[in-house]
């Protein structure tokens, strides 16, 4: 057994870590390139500096939130395993658990780090080096944001790999029966699946409280530019592209990779040669990414909305087609040598294939080359109404060609697993070849927050404008390479997650007339499942408003209150640059003149108002499962999973793509120059885009987390539900977890964070409505 | 056979019988209410009928195009079912099918014609007789609207009650299996929800694109009232509130309450006691609502918002409740007689029950004497895009204690239902109990728009103002009646379309582990039935903005063009009254520069585009299930079934939801007179009210309709998919409703109407955009 697990895992470490000897060579590439100080900007490292303050504070509080709730949960596990499977598989899960979760928290901090780096360089990149007078090009910033990508990629890919072969080899070594393995295999999952949903609940509130909290009272009210210095809140907003964008991102991917490979090793059935495939692809992807990685790079010049981003996007695609080409071909050969039959290895193509395609609806739909974003910013004619209308239009059809293809693949794949003998394994396989180049594929979506920070720390920093418009450009692409992303990461979702329901199934002794959709048990708990993701989406939309109120709050007192030493007011000093900078774009504000804000405020309010927005969302979804199995019964909770994950994956598509289709509308109309011949048009898209910003990076990517958490949470207690062979028979147990529900919620209310009083309230008192 | 049947139908005549006679009852009291003419104002009577014919157009229109969609499903079904099942049964569901159609239209007739008679005396009722100085008051409105709701809701439950009872006798003298008769009467819901689904959206469309687009162009960019007679839009936007929120209601509710009974009816399986039951219980429900009707009257007098709401509703529910008791102490004396268990009386009495708790729960979420709806109105601070955030927050989280009622309901019911002999039946004989007092429901639901329409005719008419006050009062009340009447659409929906689902399964010849839903088809069927309802749901969105831009073109073309013989256009005589009436509210315009507008146009406008807009969606309603089922087979469409009932469920609640609250935000923001105190509020809110109004009026209610319409359309073609006892098995019988619907896709693309392209393209050409 412990030689199988041995060749189980090899290839695993082996190429973990490859990964990490080429984020090695990453890192010295990044030492090479120029900090702001290099180029004679050194404001643009101390910019940096406290952007990367502000984002390890904010996952410190975080962290030390997640700590105790892993703690609790690992202790939980524990005492529950004891009792039903005995002290060493307690023992086993709450360590798999515990591992699970700090290996996923890892991919997250190291993302936020190394992207806090780069996001200096990129500016350095782009612009003109005082020194020697070379001006920077949008091929240099590419290359550096990409380099920083790519870190994040590999490091994903690295630490999932790496992580779920020792905890495999580890527990194989420990228990002799594969079911035990499995059964612990689970609990790392959830353990990353946990981490993940918070952070990505987090960072999501985060990042848009900030942003739409920033705009808001600077853009809108005080007419200053989106990344001018003398906003409190700007800081803040550039941590959260990091915290949401970066180390949410980090987090949900990880998640995402192993919960595939745990699921097709699970529905493997022992079958040694099926577990060795689901190890070996992605092992075989991690190298296919390194040499795709060496295919990227862009002769394209470009400035501002005039460059070509068909080429630049096509510079960036070639990393990823060679590595897929690479991976087939790879691919092939794991087949042959495990001499598995031919069905598996066209599963494992299927899956990859309609990652591709759904990344490409992905595209025509929040493109603005294309009929949906047009059409959406054209409403614009007719006010913001209209164009909310027609963004949730676009973002409801966008759900039709996902979901026939990962219909057409879960029909294909299973029919072909099936006639290799289990079709539950098919489906779990095409999971795996999805993601098993995700380095590649990580790395053009996570340059996009890096180039985007790049663009904001050239604007405080007060570079030329020409800087912004390279990094504007490359944030532009980023948004095209994320609708890529998002396809893989909401197909890999749901197929993983049906893989995930499946294996739970197998654990349950029930005979599978059990589970007959027709029967009123399973129908309500279809029903309730299928709510479930329409709460979490609305618990975090209202975040995200709430938390954005307070820091509106924040920055408006600042404006009135914050002063320098000759009593200037930092609104006055707002109002004079305004009245200079009209004149003469190079004026520079004499010393006593300046005021600085007090950005470490909001970046604290930020922080905490997160963290505590976090605690419903993510509870509730680790204790809906564990309510509706322990109280009803396995099948009931079958029932919730189908419902929420076909629920879950309707509304993370249209949120994300409406998300996306409304801000390439409000980046059409800047574009077009609508600004100023369509004032109108251009501010209705403006609202479109700011309903978006929850959308796309708040509730839409948690969505994906919700359904797999939700599986795996079903998956690493269904050995404590196989002995409920009729409805309700130990309800008592579920009283427990619904018992913590209702008292968390409770206790929540009381807190004043669950609540529908308005942080503004103060605002609203009275007859002197004061508007912001 | 025959005496049995008779047996079953003849409570069901009788109380139809009692229905109708009551109608004459109530047409007399009618008959006796004062018109315009009667009160010196007989432009009252003039635009009335104005209304009326331009409804009676657009229902002709929209009839005439259904009458080839029932002839050619009917041939359809004929040719299916002579060669499966033979001659007579294919006679006999062609003509249940076109029997159920004709009476569903008939009910919406029936409403429009009697509502758009209402609406004039009912502004008549509220208005100052100039013959005797009487003035008028709300109890004298509420009076006329509610006795013509009444009408409306009788002719609703009479004509389905005897229409159903009637095709059962005809069915049951004709066949002597009762597997046939249950069969064919499958075929009569199945004519009465596709009209009803077209009715809908047709009407939805129509009133909604009337609505915004007469007050984006006519309130927005002209400034004048919401209903002056010189906006050409306005007799489309009355003629709207007819076709859609009374026709269209009728015939959904027509087919809700006939759904339930065929659903109940079919899961008896034969047991004649339970069949009576079914058509026992409405019959017993009419006569509790005619009785409750007497105790509907209200002493209160109001004056715009400074009525006492609460009263007022307290003297509305009053009616209801009665009504409720009393069905309670039938429906036990029913169960008594028929000698059946008593735990079918609790499935009843837990029907009655949720449809009750969901309706006060969807007041919380959509009244605004809760904090939902003020959160809304708080967020108004900061914009439109966080009046729209929060607005879907507080939709999508609504959803939660319908779901949780719903589910609780179902375990109970068939828990209940499994030990009087039948699970199933448990759960459809519950969602008829919801719906027997649907007679004096509907009536307190149907009066609101015909006072909407009084409120509209008051002020085409100049009307003194306070004429106006009180049908606001009375629209304001009509809105929360309106939310306990969707609790009882929703409820009802899900648990009769669950039960179509379940009497689908029992025609189909598998064994129930075929249905595991952990199935890899039954999954992917549960996937594509659940983005159904979010293709619906954007088509109609979509085309909700397209034909308001058609009207607006047209709005803004006659205020340029139209002119008198003087030659002054409608634009200067807008400009004129605007103002004169500035400084002297009684000031009269002179004939010479009176500018008429060409209302028929907007009429003609609307008919065309909601008529032609609804073709898609419809027909891909039918479509849908006829493609899953032949294609893949039974299990797939079983999963798409319990898919779209589950995801259609939360997106009817969200949007119905969150489209009552935003309009009771605005609604609320008027009331505190934040219109002068906070403009930017008001505004903002504004904004959220427009993006709710196709929410609320033309998607969600129509996805009620949508899945009992699938499931509908399943049950009927039940028996020629009886014999798939493998996946794909006759998938070329599937490839002819799919050839169809790519057949129509691409017709409806060429045709333009499934497009991109906005009505208002013109104005987006070249650089000059000009702005709405």
Redesign the interface.
């Known amino acids: 057994m412990a030689s199988d697990a041995l060749m189980v895992s090899t290839p695993g470490f082996v190429a973990a870590a490859g990964a990490f000897l080429f984020i090695g060579y990453l890192y010295l590439k990044i030492a090479g390139f120029k900090t702001g100080a290099d180029i004679g900007e050194p404001q643009v490292d101390i910019l940096s500096a406290q952007i990367k303050s502000g984002a390890e504070k904010f996952l410190k509080t975080e962290y030390s939130f997640l700590v105790v709730f892993v703690i609790a949960l690992a202790i939980t596990l524990f005492v529950l395993f004891t009792f039903t499977e005995g002290l060493a598989s307690a023992v086993a899960v709450s360590l798999s658990f515990i591992f699970g979760a700090t290996l996923s928290a890892s991919a997250g901090w190291w993302g936020m780090m190394v992207a806090t780096d780069g996001n200096a360089k990129t500016t350095a990149a782009c612009a003109t080096d005082k020194q020697t007078g070379k001006k920077g090009t949008l091929n240099d910033g590419l290359k550096v944001a990409f380099t920083t990508g790519a870190v994040m990629g590999f490091a994903v890919v690295g630490l999932g790999l790496a992580g779920v072969s020792l905890c495999y080899f580890l527990l194989s070594t420990a228990f002799s029966s594969d079911d035990k393995v499995m059964q612990c295999l689970a609990g790392f999952g959830f353990g990353a699946s946990s981490i993940a949903l918070f952070a990505r609940v987090a960072g999501g509130i985060y990042t848009k409280a900030a942003d739409?909290g920033a705009d808001?009272v600077g853009k809108?009210e005080a007419g200053i530019d989106e990344d001018d210095p003398h906003n409190p809140a700007v800081i803040a907003d550039n941590v959260g592209d990091n915290v949401g964008d970066v180390a949410g991102m980090g987090a949900d991917l990880f998640e995402s990779y192993v919960g595939s490979v745990i699921a097709a090793a699970t529905l493997a059935a022992g079958d040694l040669a099926k577990i060795k495939l689901a190890f070996y692809l992605p092992a075989v992807g991690i190298v296919c990414s390194i040499i795709g990685y060496f295919a990227v790079n862009t002769k394209e010049e470009g400035k501002g909305w005039n460059v070509e981003l068909g080429a630049l996007m096509w510079a960036l695609e070639k990393g990823m087609y060679l590595a897929g080409a690479l991976f087939i071909g790879g691919a092939l050969g794991v087949n042959f040598v495990l001499d598995l039959p031919i069905e598996i290895f066209f599963c494992v193509i299927i899956g990859l294939l309609a990652g591709i395609f759904i990344g490409k609806f992905t595209e025509y739909f929040t493109s603005f080359d294309f009929?949906?974003v047009?059409?959406i910013k054209?409403?614009g004619?007719?006010?913001?109404?209209?164009v909310?209308?027609?963004g949730?239009?676009?973002?409801?059809?966008s759900?039709?060609p996902p979901?026939?293809i990962?219909?057409?693949s879960?029909?294909s794949?299973?029919a072909l697993g099936e006639r290799a003998g289990s079709?539950?394994y098919g489906?779990a396989i095409s999971a795996v070849g999805m993601l098993s180049t995700l380095g590649i594929t990580l790395a053009t979506d996570a340059y996009g927050p890096v180039a985007d920070n790049a663009g904001g720390l050239a604007e405080l920093s007060y570079l030329d404008k020409s800087v912004r418009a390279i990094t504007d450009s490359l944030d532009a692409l980023g948004n095209t390479t994320a609708a890529t992303g998002k396809g893989f990461a909401i197909g890999s979702a749901?197929l993983t997650a049906?893989s995930l329901?499946?294996a739970f199934?197998g654990k349950i002794n029930l005979?599978?007339?059990e589970?007959?959709?027709?029967?009123?048990?399973?129908?309500?708990?279809?029903?309730?499942?299928?709510?479930l993701p329409?709460?979490f989406?609305?618990?975090t939309?209202?975040s995200?408003?709430k938390a954005?109120?307070e820091i509106?709050a924040e920055v408006r007192y600042q404006f009135a209150n914050v002063t320098n030493e000759a009593g200037m007011t930092l609104g006055d000093c707002i109002r004079l640059y305004t009245k200079e900078k009209e004149h003469n774009e190079d004026w520079v504000c004499p010393a006593d003149k300046e005021v600085k804000p007090d950005s470490d405020k909001c970046v604290e309010i930020s922080t905490r108002s997160s963290v505590q927005e976090m605690i419903a969302p993510g509870a509730y979804a680790v204790l809906a499962p564990l309510v509706g199995g322990f109280l009803?019964g396995p099948r009931f909770l079958?029932?919730m999973l189908?419902?929420s994950?076909?629920?879950g994956?309707?509304l993370a598509i249209?949120m994300a793509n409406a998300g996306g289709a409304w801000d390439n509308a409000k980046k059409l109309c800047e574009k077009l120059g609508?600004k100023k011949?369509?004032p109108?048009?251009q501010k209705a898209c403006v609202?479109?885009d700011?309903?978006g910003d929850?959308f796309k990076d708040t509730s839409g990517p948690a969505l994906n987390i919700l359904i797999k958490l939700m599986s795996m949470v079903s998956l690493t207690v269904a050995p404590l539900l196989a002995d409920y062979d009729s409805d309700f028979k130990y309800w008592y147990f579920g009283s427990v977890p619904l018992a913590i529900f209702i008292g968390l919620t409770l206790i929540l209310i009381k807190l004043n964070i669950l609540?529908?009083?308005?942080p503004?309230?103060s605002?609203?008192k009275g007859?002197?409505?004061q508007?912001?």
Do not use: N
């Open positions: 739409v808001l809108v009929g949906p047009k059409s054209d409403r004619l007719t006010g913001p109404a209209t909310v209308i027609q949730l239009g676009v973002g409801m059809i759900c039709v979901v026939i990962l219909a057409v879960i029909v794949t299973s079709a539950g489906v749901v049906l329901l499946t199934k005979a599978p007339s589970y007959d959709i027709g029967e009123p048990i399973v129908l309500s708990g279809v029903l309730t499942g299928a709510m329409f709460l989406a609305a618990l939309m209202i995200v408003g954005a109120a509106i009803v079958m029932g189908a419902g994950i076909a629920s994956c309707m249209c609508l011949k369509a109108d048009l609202v479109g700011t309903v929850p609540t529908w009083d308005d503004l309230g605002h609203l007859d002197g409505y508007m912001i």
